[in-house]
């Protein structure tokens, strides 16, 4: 199935309340007690799918298993790498960590035709990784299960984590991980913050078109997400996701966000 990335919104985030990200839970256990969660075959399977159609030519890109006729670059983000890419002599080495079958690969590699030389190395479930290094690979796109084996075998420069650290249940001992492995960038995306001084848990409930599933999720304090950085990484610039809208949760505007962070070299 390919749609446009408006009909999507239009039609599942505003009109039905069917989906989205509900309650207030106390701990993370309390809330995985009411989901299903990411990890079924069923899940893999339309990712593949999609990607699949995406790799073959039959679609422009892929996002969270749903194909689209047209790629919707985030121009921020697509910047970065170009940035990155521009002060590294015309090479991009990433690890996506969390990157599915490839999602952000295939949307931004036209984007970055002008880059001599990319490697974009996946971490993901084993399941995923499986998967991906059977049907997916390419010259330019791997798959490891572990950001370790990525440092075995490549000398990558940056870290990426789009819409990955809130489905961690402790997602500041994530990111003082990512931080000790020394990343001259990490680049955050489509990360999710809402107002107030306190980050909330909540269960995700994922719009049946897509597939069916639930899992906890976090809503995080931007102020605590920035300043966990702070120690070793300069925040050059932020930006807001182009495909997550803004809405509110018991008054209180949740959203999404990118950061370019850069490692402070002393």
């Known amino acids: ?3 446009s990335f408006k009909k999507v ?4 985030f505003y009109r039905y309340k069917l989906h989205g990200w509900f309650g207030n839970y106390a701990t993370w256990h309390e809330a995985q007690k009411q989901c299903t969660g990411y990890n079924t075959t069923s899940i893999l399977k339309k990712v593949k799918k999609a990607i699949l159609k995406v ?5 422009a890109y892929e996002r969270d298993s749903v194909t689209f006729d047209t790629i919707e670059y985030s121009e921020p983000l697509l910047n970065i790498f170009k940035r990155i890419a521009k002060e590294n002599k015309d090479v991009l080495s990433i690890v996506d960590f969390g990157g599915s079958l490839g999602s952000s690969y295939f949307q931004n590699k036209r984007g970055l035709n002008d880059v001599k030389e990319i490697e974009w190395s996946i971490v993901e479930q084993k399941h995923f990784v499986d998967c991906g290094k059977q049907y997916i690979e390419n010259e330019e796109l791997k798959f490891y299960y572990t950001i370790e084996e990525v440092l075995q ?6 870290l990426l984590l789009s819409s990955v650290i809130q489905y961690f249940e402790k997602p500041y001992d994530l990111i003082e991980k990512c931080v000790s492995y020394n990343f001259d960038y990490i680049i955050i995306d489509r990360t999710a913050f809402i ?3 306190k980050g909330r848990i909540t269960v995700q409930v994922v719009p049946k078109f897509i597939y069916k599933a639930s899992y906890p999720a976090w809503f995080l304090n931007e102020q605590k997400f920035v300043d966990a950085f702070k ?3 300069r925040l050059i610039n932020d930006f807001d996701s182009k495909f997550d809208p803004r809405e509110q949760l018991d008054g209180l505007w949740a959203y999404r966000k990118g950061f370019f962070f850069k490692k402070i070299v002393k």
């Open 153 to 158: 075998n490549t000398k990558p420069q940056v």
């Open 9 to 12: 919104c239009n039609f599942f």
């Open 1 to 3: 199935m390919i749609i």
């Open 195 to 197: 107002e107030g001084d």
């Open 231 to 233: 120690m070793k990484y």
């Open 55 to 59: 790799k073959n030519g039959e679609a």
